[in-house]
């Protein structure tokens, strides 16, 4: 059995939701959106089948062994025909393998759930083998590429706002890729456009603009304009707010490739909406990128992408702190 093969949280969300409960499920995964959800969506449909509050209860993995754990699903309801137990960090319960033999007969009045943030190595290895064979095992996912746009888009639509495929790809250039940073922010979109329902790329820089933080298009733009002091500003800025330093690395990256493409771009006079699709970026900022290519030769590109793969390798090969590297960076870029 391999790693791809584990069936998706959403299958064991949909089943929940009808209140068709398994004893036992054990969800593990990278997407902590998902994993949040299938929480949620666990304890509102089993509420309905508690009687006692004693009947419910949630676990932190670090406070009992598993052993402990499979005890207290062994235990009798106080007052309901089932109960619930809740196992939080299950990815730092060091010795699982007790619960191959519970998976193989759980008990029938419990219903006990285990949420494991991240991977699994070998999902082959017990007790996952014994897990998965009995459909007690399922993968949360991360959403990346159409995927992420395509629910993106769908969520404005359940809130009742229009968001198309292009601005869908800003907001998550904007915010990165984790989907409750991402459902905040189009909370806050919302919330700023009113009646309106039209999602626009006017407001989404706006909501940037209200909250007082800078966005990755903003240092963008302030480093193809070549201000060292506004730069610095807002790679701060965007450290501060939670950006990681590897984003913003990938993110000028992109952008600087971008530049390497419009020369010849523009000497075979592609129309501007279809250069800005070549180049990866929202046609509102292209304008931006023309000008800046006229203060970026050909040379000085060369230097830019050394400078980006020292400040890559810098990150992940060294303990110096992420604002220091950021800043050499910019300084380097700049110079």
């Given at each position: 059995?391999?790693?791809?093969?584990?069936p998706s949280?959403?299958?064991?969300?949909?089943?929940?939701?009808?209140?068709?409960f398994?004893?036992?499920?054990?969800?593990?995964?990278?997407?902590?959106?998902?994993l949040s959800?299938?929480?949620?969506?666990?304890?509102e449909?089993?509420?309905?089948l508690?009687?006692?509050?004693?009947?419910k209860?949630?676990?932190?993995?670090?406070?009992?062994?598993?052993?402990e754990?499979?005890?207290?699903?062994?235990?009798?309801?106080?007052?309901s025909?089932?109960?619930?137990?809740?196992?939080?960090?299950?990815?730092?319960i060091?010795?699982?393998?007790?619960l191959?033999?519970y998976?193989?007969s759980?008990?029938?009045?419990?219903?006990?759930?285990?949420?494991?943030?991240?991977?699994?190595?070998?999902?082959?290895?017990?007790p996952?083998?014994?897990?998965y064979?009995?459909?007690?095992?399922?993968?949360?996912?991360?959403?990346?590429g159409?995927?992420?746009?395509?629910?993106?888009?769908s969520?404005a639509?359940?809130?009742?706002?229009?968001?198309?495929?292009?601005?869908?790809?800003?907001?998550?250039?904007?915010?990165?890729?984790n989907?409750?940073m991402?459902?905040d922010?189009?909370?806050?979109?919302?919330?700023?456009?009113?009646?309106?329902?039209d999602?626009?790329?006017?407001?989404?820089?706006?909501?940037?603009?209200?909250?007082?933080q800078?966005?990755?298009?903003?240092?963008?733009?302030?480093?193809?304009?070549?201000d060292?002091?506004?730069s610095?500003?807002i790679a701060?800025?965007?450290?501060?707010?939670g950006?990681e330093?590897?984003?913003?690395?990938?993110?000028?990256?992109?952008?600087?490739?971008?530049?390497s493409?419009?020369?010849?771009?523009k000497s075979?006079?592609?129309?501007d909406?279809?250069a800005?699709?070549?180049?990866g970026?929202?046609?509102f900022?292209?304008?931006?990128?023309?000008?800046?290519?006229?203060?970026?030769?050909?040379q000085?590109?060369v230097?830019?992408?050394?400078?980006?793969l020292?400040?890559d390798?810098?990150?992940k090969?060294?303990?110096?702190?992420?604002k220091?590297?950021?800043?050499?960076?910019?300084s380097?870029?700049?110079?």
């Amino acid at each position: 059995m391999g790693k791809s093969k584990a069936p998706s949280i959403l299958e064991a969300v949909a089943e929940i939701k009808k209140r068709k409960f398994k004893p036992l499920y054990y969800f593990f995964g990278e997407d902590a959106y998902n994993l949040s959800f299938a929480l949620h969506t666990l304890e509102e449909s089993f509420a309905p089948l508690l009687s006692s509050d004693f009947d419910k209860e949630t676990i932190y993995s670090e406070d009992k062994t598993i052993n402990e754990i499979l005890g207290l699903a062994s235990a009798f309801p106080f007052g309901s025909e089932k109960k619930l137990i809740i196992i939080k960090e299950a990815d730092k319960i060091r010795d699982k393998k007790p619960l191959k033999e519970y998976a193989a007969s759980p008990a029938k009045f419990t219903v006990i759930a285990f949420f494991h943030i991240g991977s699994i190595t070998n999902l082959n290895s017990e007790p996952y083998k014994t897990l998965y064979n009995n459909n007690f095992l399922f993968e949360a996912k991360e959403l990346k590429g159409k995927l992420l746009i395509d629910w993106l888009i769908s969520l404005a639509e359940l809130k009742g706002k229009t968001l198309s495929e292009e601005n869908a790809q800003v907001l998550v250039d904007i915010v990165g890729e984790n989907r409750n940073m991402l459902e905040d922010q189009l909370e806050k979109i919302c919330v700023f456009l009113k009646k309106k329902t039209d999602i626009t790329i006017e407001s989404i820089q706006q909501v940037s603009s209200e909250l007082k933080q800078f966005n990755i298009f903003d240092l963008q733009n302030a480093v193809g304009l070549r201000d060292k002091a506004k730069s610095l500003a807002i790679a701060y800025n965007l450290l501060d707010n939670g950006a990681e330093p590897t984003f913003i690395i990938t993110m000028l990256t992109r952008y600087f490739t971008g530049l390497s493409k419009i020369t010849e771009l523009k000497s075979k006079n592609i129309p501007d909406m279809e250069a800005a699709r070549i180049i990866g970026t929202h046609h509102f900022y292209y304008p931006g990128y023309v000008k800046a290519r006229t203060l970026y030769l050909d040379q000085k590109l060369v230097e830019v992408f050394r400078s980006l793969l020292k400040a890559d390798i810098s990150i992940k090969t060294t303990s110096t702190d992420n604002k220091t590297i950021i800043a050499l960076l910019i300084s380097e870029i700049l110079q």
